[in-house]
């Protein structure tokens, strides 16, 4: 897996405060035989600190040109203080009354307006300060203490239908990685990750290590 040299500061980088990387994908995969035939793209999407969202914009690789960085900054109207994009370039948030939005960017085939962010659930129902989608859709988010997990997701239905709480260590934040792991740190700043995590049950897992 490419791990890079270093970092570069983009000059037209907004005041971020968290970034989400997703929908990765290859249109044609690399031949060493005819690398300029390469050719993949991906998504970036944040948030400032004052909830403003941006997505990443002309994110592509290209042959043996492997800069992905993109060409600029494209604001989302609407505010969230956290952003999660899948790869389906569909956006899960958190606003600052801690509710959860969602927007279905491959159904609506445009960019979201405000009117396009659809609330996941009753106002106040729950208070998630964090939450994550993996690249299989499924979501996992916390409320700063409780971890829980969106049931009822699947290809029809890629909201879900409720959420369901796993049990766990009091939960600052989490992470579901590409390989269906899930990583949470605890309150007390230990990282933890979900154990017998598997398609059989939809990489929930069984525990905790």
Not at 109 to 128: I, L, S
Not at 134 to 154: C, F, H, N, P
Request: hydrophobic share 35%; glycine share 10%; charged share 25%.
């Amino acid at each position: 897996m490419p791990k890079g040299t270093g970092w570069e500061v983009l000059a037209d980088s907004q005041h971020f405060k968290q970034v989400d990387v997703g929908n990765w994908e290859v249109i044609v995969d690399y031949d060493p035989q005819n690398p300029s035939a390469y050719h993949a793209t991906g998504e970036v999407i944040g948030v400032t600190m004052n909830h403003e969202i941006y997505k990443r914009v002309g994110i592509e690789a290209h042959g043996n040109d492997q800069s992905t960085v993109g060409t600029n900054w494209e604001q989302v109207p609407g505010a969230l203080m956290w952003v999660s994009v899948n790869e389906l370039s569909d956006y899960w948030g958190v606003d600052e009354a801690y509710d959860v939005w969602w927007h279905q960017d491959g159904k609506v085939g445009t960019d979201p307006t405000e009117d396009d962010w659809d609330r996941v659930d009753d106002v106040n129902a729950y208070q998630m300060i964090q939450l994550d989608v993996g690249r299989d859709g499924k979501v996992w988010a916390t409320d700063g203490s409780q971890l829980y997990w969106r049931e009822g997701i699947s290809e029809e239905n890629i909201r879900g239908t409720s959420w369901t709480v796993v049990p766990s260590p009091p939960v600052s934040n989490v992470a579901h990685c590409t390989n269906g792991l899930v990583y949470a740190v605890t309150q007390d700043k230990v990282l933890r990750y979900r154990v017998e995590g598997s398609p059989e049950n939809e990489f929930r897992g069984t525990g905790w290590a």
